[in-house]
């Protein structure tokens, strides 16, 4: 191995991967949480809470190339990307407190107080995340080693996703309002998110510098005539589109489709009683440990519903992740990134037919969604780094930073048209917060549950069949650069 392409020891990727955890502790809660905070505790309708995430995150997503451009021309003793991820970390957490913190006004000046601290949120955010992204592409130039760093930051991600989805709404509904519960568990979130971005501070290493710096003007050229980058940002795009739809409405499913008493019957199975007795098994030693009393004929059962489906679902996405590396090993990343994708618009698509009273179905489809999504994760931001490759390999010039910043935006604007096509649908099925539904609405909660979101999948499955960076290709990419470095070092 040269210089450029060391074997990354375990610190490091573990040091790197909290990074993400952090990172997720943010997006996690903005894919499930934000619209039911919004529209359930913050106290505005779903229109304009679809409104404000369509508004703010496409603008969030137009800084993030200004974003990239700025990151790959830092110039510091600790590199270009680190210092960003240490000088923001403070400022992400305070913003993430105050984005699901309900202040005492009314009218307009709430919504003015949602976006103003929205769009700070987002923007760090962009400051923060586009940096680490980029720092996958310059720690090693080695394919499987990258794909090895990837697993364990997602390994990360996916943690903080199970503590999220499991931790959320307990401590919420544990509390005395429901806007003291947010505040209190964003609070907590918030703090940990610090301390995991200094740890990566501190812990990861760049090693992989461009040839020579780049012009602006060279770095929008290279970019507009990188074919596979194309394919990528139409992934990306669709693909969140995907979660956030997803995402948001999975609340709404549980709590108004699903049927109560036979959710009430599920839990009581798998040891999780909606009583005031004491409670027993695991389930009940955790709702114990929490100080939670669930109210069998409020939306409390939903919420443990979804509690469950949550941890259980997230433990087989982190499965999934760690069978990334060996599966792309074997296979190919595009294969793998394929097939997974395929799979995971198919089981969205399933999700349409368990009727309300079918709990186990819902369940079943449950896991095998992130069964199949699970590992395809870390795959596209290994393909990110795969196409930096290639545009270096094409020009002789390197713009990581610009490139990741290019994909985020696309991240962003999916999560964005997403969230409001997601509040746009229950808007149009006439969706009441906090109240006895339609059926119209609990139709509409059902669709924008399974059928609306598994689309821009399967468009994003039409991409990828025709991504050029296949095994063959990406290896031949890497053989050529790493002699290029290595010539270079020499001379």
Request: with cysteine.
């Amino acid at each position: 191995m040269s210089e450029t392409s060391p074997r990354l020891s375990f610190r490091e990727k573990a040091g790197y991967a909290c990074g993400d955890g952090a990172a997720n502790l943010v997006f996690q809660t903005m894919l499930f949480y934000q619209l039911t905070f919004y529209t359930d505790a913050f106290g505005i309708t779903a229109t304009a809470a679809g409104t404000l995430f369509l508004v703010v995150r496409c603008w969030d997503a137009a800084f993030d190339p200004i974003m990239g451009i700025i990151a790959d021309r830092t110039v510091s003793r600790w590199g270009k990307f680190r210092p960003w991820i240490l000088g923001t970390a403070l400022p992400f957490g305070l913003l993430f407190w105050l984005a699901f913190h309900t202040p005492h006004v009314g009218g307009s000046a709430k919504l003015v107080y949602a976006y103003a601290t929205y769009i700070a949120l987002m923007m760090v955010y962009s400051a923060n995340n586009t940096p680490y992204s980029a720092l996958n592409a310059v720690m090693t130039g080695d394919d499987l080693d990258r794909t090895s760093l990837a697993s364990f930051r997602f390994v990360a991600a996916m943690t903080a996703a199970l503590v999220v989805q499991s931790f959320t709404l307990p401590v919420v509904y544990g509390a005395a309002t429901l806007s003291a519960g947010w505040s209190k568990a964003i609070g907590i979130y918030a703090v940990v998110a610090v301390v995991l971005l200094v740890i990566t501070f501190l812990s990861a290493r760049e090693r992989i510098l461009p040839a020579r710096e780049s012009t602006f003007g060279e770095d929008i050229r290279d970019l507009s005539r990188n074919g596979p980058w194309y394919l990528m940002f139409a992934i990306t795009l669709f693909i969140f589109i995907t979660l956030a739809m997803r995402g948001g409405a999975q609340n709404y499913y549980f709590t108004y489709y699903a049927d109560r008493a036979s959710v009430c019957a599920f839990v009581r199975h798998w040891g999780f009683p909606l009583t005031t007795d004491p409670l027993h098994g695991f389930g009940g030693w955790l709702l114990n440990l929490l100080d939670l009393r669930l109210n069998p004929n409020g939306s409390n059962g939903a919420a443990i519903l979804q509690w469950l489906f949550n941890i259980l679902g997230n433990v087989v996405t982190l499965i999934g992740v760690l069978c990334s590396r060996p599966l792309s090993a074997w296979l190919g990343k595009k294969t793998v990134f394929l097939t997974g994708l395929a799979a995971t618009a198919a089981a969205g698509a399933l999700f349409a037919l368990p009727g309300q009273r079918s709990i186990g179905e819902m369940f079943f489809l449950s896991l095998l969604w992130p069964a199949c999504y699970g590992p395809t994760i870390p795959l596209l931001w290994v393909m990110i780094a795969d196409v930096v490759d290639f545009s270096e390999w094409k020009t002789g010039r390197r713009a990581t930073g610009l490139t990741y910043a290019a994909i985020v935006f696309a991240l962003k604007a999916g999560l964005g048209v997403g969230g409001w096509l997601g509040a746009l649908v229950l808007d149009q099925y006439h969706y009441v917060a906090n109240a006895v539904q339609l059926p119209e609405a609990v139709q509409g909660i059902r669709l924008a549950a399974s059928i609306f979101p598994a689309v821009p999948f399967a468009v994003a499955v039409i991409a990828v069949i025709f991504y050029p960076l296949g095994k063959t290709a990406t290896a031949k990419i890497s053989a050529e650069l790493q002699a290029r470095r290595q010539a270079a070092a020499a001379a």
